[in-house]
C-alpha cells in the first residue's frame, strides 16, 4: 500500500456535485493506493502507524489531538510513467482486491479511535484540500518492519 498523509485545516470530497465526505478542522487527508499483493494485515500495520505520527502542530498525532482524518481511495498513486508519456496502471489492483484493503484501513483507524470520513471508492472524485504547512507525508507498507 502507498499513503500520501497531508496535514490539512480542512478537506473534502465531492462526487457529482454532492460531498460524500469531509473534514472542517485541522486533521489529515490520506489518499491510499493498493497493489495486488497488500493484505488487510497491511492495511492494519499502516493504520497503526498514521494514528501515532506526530505531525500535527505541537508534534501531536491524531490520537492526541482528536482531529479528524479524511481517506480517499487513489489507484493513480501506483501509475507507472517511467516509459513512454501514458502512464502504465498494471501495478494498482483491480477493486475487487483494492476495495476491501482499503475499507480494512479505515476501519483499522476508526478501532484506533480515529474520526474517519471516506470518499467514494471507484467513483470520480473532486478532492479539496488546504493544505497546513504544507505537511505531507508519503509512507509504504513495505517500507514498515
Known amino acids: ?3 500520501v498523509v497531508q496535514r490539512v485545516t480542512e478537506a473534502s ?3 457529482e456535485g454532492r460531498v460524500v465526505g469531509s473534514i472542517a478542522e485541522a486533521g489529515l487527508l490520506i489518499l491510499v493506493g493498493v497493489t495486488h499483493t497488500d493484505t488487510e494485515a497491511d492495511a492494519a500495520k499502516l ?3 498514521v494514528l501515532g505520527l506526530r505531525i500535527l502542530n505541537d508534534e501531536k498525532s491524531v490520537l492526541d489531538t482528536g482531529s479528524p482524518v479524511l481517506v480517499v481511495s ?3 498513486l501506483y501509475g507507472d510513467a517511467r516509459k513512454g508519456r501514458r502512464p502504465s496502471w498494471s501495478l494498482a489492483s483491480g477493486r475487487a482486491h483494492s476495495e476491501p484493503v482499503v475499507d480494512a484501513f479505515v476501519a483499522a483507524l476508526r478501532d484506533g ?3 474517519v470520513e ?6 470520480m472524485m473532486k478532492v479539496a484540500s488546504v493544505n497546513d504547512g504544507p505537511f505531507t507525508v508519503l509512507l509504504e507498507s513495505a517500507d514498515l518492519a
Do not use: H, I, P, S
Open 1 to 3: 500500500m502507498k499513503l
Open 13 to 15: 470530497v465531492t462526487v
Open 47 to 49: 493504520a497503526r502507524k
Open 74 to 76: 487513489q489507484f493513480t
Open 113 to 115: 479511535g480515529a474520526r
Open 118 to 123: 471516506t470518499g467514494e471508492f471507484g467513483a
